[in-house]
């Protein structure tokens, strides 16, 4: 009973972290792309990055794990790269068809996750990989801004920016490549008992 409440609360403080990282992505999309402040974009992100740390840090001494920031953390992670995706592919920095290929797996995987839903299976569960991914694609997009920069800065940037974003981009796609692998074991498996509680990284 007790870790049905629990899974039920939503006014929590990892919770109102994962709000004030969400909030942070307009205003990190409006940086890269209105007065082009990349500083600020950067801290933008890095604050997100810590608060993203924090909350799941939190949930853990505090005992405040939730359904809510369950689903939250993941689609908050997964805006900010959007976010950045869009705003560099704009700006020219990263090819098109990187964006499009991203944002392909994850509207893909996005319709998979709702179909497991009807037959009554929860999100795919958490991988080490799929942190690695979003970790490398969340730290390349600050190093390839800095690469756009010119003298020593940049051109010591280049480099591990493409470097953390190639690496990123394959475990993306890999780990992509399991979570549809699993959703197709799902569906020949025929519906769920019961609903599993752990999301996608």
Not at 150 to 169: K, S
């Amino acid at each position: 009973m007790t870790g049905v409440l629990r899974s039920e609360r939503l006014l929590t403080v990892p919770n109102l972290l994962s709000v004030l990282r969400l909030l942070g992505v307009p205003l990190f999309l409006w940086l890269l792309l209105g007065p082009r402040a990349d500083g600020w974009a950067i801290l933008v992100l890095a604050v997100g990055g810590i608060t993203d740390w924090a909350d799941g840090k939190l949930a853990r001494l505090l005992d405040q794990y939730s359904r809510l920031g369950e689903l939250l953390d993941p689609a908050v992670d997964r805006l900010y790269i959007l976010a950045a995706l869009v705003a560099l592919g704009v700006r020219e920095i990263v090819p098109w068809w990187v964006v499009t290929v991203l944002v392909a797996r994850d509207l893909v995987l996005g319709a998979c996750l709702a179909l497991q839903r009807r037959r009554g299976y929860g999100p795919f569960p958490v991988t080490y990989l799929g942190k690695a991914a979003t970790f490398l694609l969340l730290y390349a997009f600050p190093i390839l801004l800095l690469g756009t920069q010119e003298g020593f800065w940049g051109d010591l940037a280049r480099p591990f920016g493409y470097a953390f974003a190639g690496w990123g981009l394959a475990l993306y796609l890999w780990t992509g490549l399991l979570y549809f692998t699993q959703f197709v074991l799902a569906l020949r498996a025929g519906p769920a008992r019961s609903e599993g509680a752990a999301t996608e990284g």
